[in-house]
């Protein structure tokens, strides 16, 4: 499980098995969409597979994540998102209800997110052999021209902002998990970005990179672009947007906030002398009311991802193994 | 949440840190007992902005740190079984045995759970009437009370199929060890505020009499921890060597009557063993008689088992104060997060985990390639 955590491991498999084994030059990035040149047009292809647990939760549901997940993936290519195809595994015995209120959350989202679901495919496995529901999209989306977004073009200066509060999706899921219910009134923050990242592009053709965080949150993000730009961040502490709900429920589990996954925030690194204007954009979108300069791209500690804590002192914000685990006391 | 947010004050850090720069006069060793209180000192980078002439010495109180191998060992060979659904904090999971760890259990298709709560396994055991379920229950002064409520309120529910697999150990008898200790180098204890919570503070008057050491009780905000290590100095250099409650948002000279009457109806003092430290008499709690049916280790058969530790693992050492991680030599090369020694290296709150995630500015990214374990459910 730990290797589809978003951290260390994820890393690993994909850097270690898949890339080998498929071989080529779009594969080389390890950005979350390729990007490649088809019949004139320059497309952006993704994929992901949706395996949340509950299938529901406060502010969205699987339908929602498999849709805006690989719009989002899309995006941060700087595309604008067209197509996607739907792929369901139900698991014998799965109400056809819930199936359906899945479907319908898919509609709803593709149309909030401008894209059509153009094609798509049915499995049942066995009872005992699934969750439930699993749903995989894949997507396609137009680059515009002079667009060029990826981790390697993060470059010492670029300031680092986040385009809001931080750990609300995770959280958001945990609180409702069986088992591990515990009440804070905070709902998920999955949503489309393709509309921030194109108010963005206005002011701007040259974002350098853009990451949704995801699994393995900010903290994997910044981690990835750093070791693949060969650059370091430096972020200041109280300068992250963390929700004060979020902050707690991090404390009371043990969990650190920046490792929490996000469904509807992206991180971008943007030259020094776009960033404010870029910044003020996101304010005045609505997926980037909450935006915040976090901290900066610098030349020093290479691939690794430093914050300079509130009270004066450093420490690494290191790739985190797998899923973080909630402590003890 | 702005109780909390008071508590990190740059303002208010730099009035104290300016204190404790102007207070101490001589070299000072302070030992901070919890891990908790371990992690948000190199987490926040306390310890890079006290005066050179105060140094803190890292103490044996993380939980999943000094859960000694064979209890370890005998959690595995319980969860491994077909009829057992083994409930944990989610902290113990990768805490490795002599050859596996709760994550490759899980993985070989033994039925282990994180929970939150040893009342949520309780609630496990009485929707599964037909398993057998058993709560890990480890940890200090802090979670025995809530591993005690659970195995009561199985006995009042008539849940025959609840027990706790218990490794309780208690923090006084720790620091009257690490003081009797020939090495020991420590001058004064930041007491662990959670433990004091619970316990009050009535057990630490005599230590510190005895050992003429200032014991100031501390919490784990960066604040809490600066007022610590403020008062501490303050008693070193007046030659003072008393009890002092820092933490009084929590703690109470009384401590918490509920809980502890609930331990004392659940729990006797026993002899325990510490991971890394070794046999310290009366430092844990076993389930009395009364309750032994709930007592994993009296319903399972895990007699018999052989444990070892990895040779060239010095996490008893840094446990005990004697070393910071860094001077082990398998710290960053043998010893990772991905391929953890010790328990020091996997705990969320051990001390070489600490040092290996936030203080490793000129090492090298983390390499590695072993297929691990089972984790959390994801969510996304």
Redesign the interface.
């Known amino acids: 499980?730990?290797?589809?955590?978003g951290g260390?491991?994820s890393a690993?498999l994909i850097e270690?098995v898949f890339a080998p084994a498929y071989g080529n030059p779009l594969l080389a990035g390890l950005a979350d969409s390729a990007v490649f040149d088809l019949g004139g047009a320059r497309l952006a292809f993704s994929t992901d597979s949706?395996?949340?647990?509950p299938l529901f939760f406060p502010g969205g549901s699987l339908g929602d994540?498999a849709v805006n997940?690989t719009v989002n993936d899309l995006a941060m290519s700087g595309a604008r998102p067209a197509f996607l195809s739907t792929a369901f595994v139900l698991e014998e015995g799965v109400e056809l209800a819930v199936v359906g209120r899945i479907a319908r959350a898919i509609g709803a989202a593709a149309r909030a997110a401008d894209v059509t679901v153009a094609t798509g495919d049915t499995k049942v496995v066995e009872s005992g052999h699934g969750d439930g529901v699993y749903v995989t999209t894949a997507g396609v989306g137009l680059v515009p021209e002079g667009v060029d977004i990826r981790p390697q073009r993060a470059r010492p200066g670029d300031a680092v902002i986040v385009s809001g509060p931080l750990g609300q999706?995770?959280v958001a899921?945990?609180s409702v998990?069986e088992?591990?219910e515990?009440g804070v009134g905070i709902t998920s923050d999955t949503a489309p970005l393709a509309g921030l990242v194109a108010a963005m592009l206005a002011v701007t053709k040259d974002l350098h990179v853009l990451r949704d965080p995801?699994?393995g949150g900010l903290g994997a993000s910044l981690n990835e672009i750093a070791?693949a730009s060969g650059t370091g961040v430096r972020l200041r502490d109280?300068a992250i947007p963390v929700p004060?709900e979020v902050?707690?429920a991090c404390?009371f589990?043990?969990l650190d906030p920046l490792y929490v996954?996000n469904?509807g925030r992206l991180v971008a690194f943007v030259p020094p002398e776009h960033a404010e204007a870029v910044l003020a954009a996101m304010h005045a979108h609505p997926q980037g009311t909450g935006a915040a300069l976090i901290g900066e791209c610098v030349a020093d500690?290479p691939?690794?991802v430093?914050v300079a804590?509130?009270?004066?002192?450093?420490?690494?914000v290191?790739?985190p193994?797998?899923?973080?685990?909630?402590?003890?006391? | 949440?702005?109780y909390?947010e008071e508590f990190?004050d740059?303002e208010r850090?730099?009035r104290l840190l300016d204190e404790i720069h102007a207070t101490a006069t001589r070299p000072w060793a302070l030992m901070e007992v919890c891990g908790?209180q371990t992690h948000s000192i190199?987490?926040?980078?306390?310890?890079?902005?006290l005066p050179e002439n105060v140094e803190l010495i890292h103490g044996p109180g993380c939980?999943?740190c000094v859960t000694p191998l064979d209890v370890i060992d005998k959690a595995l060979d319980i969860a491994a079984r077909p009829e057992v659904i083994f409930c944990s904090?989610?902290?113990?999971?990768?805490v490795p045995g002599t050859d596996r760890d709760l994550f490759r259990v899980k993985g070989e298709g033994g039925d282990v759970?994180?929970?939150?709560s040893p009342l949520?396994a309780l609630?496990?055991a009485r929707k599964n009437p037909g398993r057998q379920v058993v709560f890990f229950a480890?940890?200090?002064e802090?979670?025995a009370p809530a591993n005690a409520m659970a195995v009561h309120q199985a006995r009042r529910l008539g849940l025959g199929n609840f027990s706790l697999l218990v490794s309780h150990v208690r923090v006084p008898p720790a620091i009257e060890a690490i003081m009797t200790a020939p090495s020991c180098r420590v001058q004064g204890f930041l007491a662990a505020g959670?433990v004091c919570s619970v316990m009050g503070t009535a057990e630490y008057p005599d230590l510190a009499k005895k050992h003429r050491v200032p014991v100031v009780v501390t919490g784990f905000e960066?604040l809490d921890i600066l007022e610590g290590i403020r008062r501490a100095v303050r008693q070193l250099e007046r030659g003072e060597h008393r009890v002092e409650n820092a933490y009084p948002r929590a703690v109470r000279e009384q401590g918490n009557p509920a809980a502890l009457r609930m331990l004392e109806e659940v729990f006797e003092v026993a002899d325990r063993n510490w991971r890394g430290i070794g046999p310290i008499p009366a430092s844990g709690w076993r389930l009395t008689d009364a309750f032994r049916e709930h007592d994993a280790e009296h319903r399972f058969d895990v007699s018999g088992i052989r444990t070892e530790e990895p040779a060239v693992c010095r996490a008893g050492e840094v446990l005990q104060g004697l070393i910071k991680p860094t001077e082990c030599e398998a710290f960053g090369t043998a010893c990772t997060?991905?391929t953890p020694l010790g328990a020091t290296m996997v705990s969320?709150?051990g001390a070489c985990a600490a040092y290996y995630?936030?203080?490793?500015?000129?090492a090298p990214?983390?390499q590695?390639?072993r297929?691990?374990?089972?984790?959390?459910?994801?969510?996304?």
């Open positions: 499980m730990g290797h589809g955590g260390a491991l690993e270690q949706y395996v949340v647990r994540l997940g999706h995770g899921v945990m998990r088992g591990l515990f995801t699994r070791r109280r004060e902050a707690n404390g589990l043990g996954a469904e500690h691939g690794m430093v804590t509130g009270l004066g002192g450093t420490r690494v290191d790739l193994l797998g899923e973080q685990l909630p402590r003890i006391c | 949440m702005k909390i990190h740059p850090a730099r908790g190199i987490r926040h980078g306390i310890d890079q902005l939980p999943v904090f989610g902290d113990m999971l990768r759970r994180v929970v939150y949520d609630e496990i480890i940890g200090f802090t979670t959670h960066p997060p991905r969320n709150e995630l936030y203080r490793r500015m000129n990214a983390p590695g390639s297929i691990p374990r089972e984790e959390m459910n994801p969510v996304g």
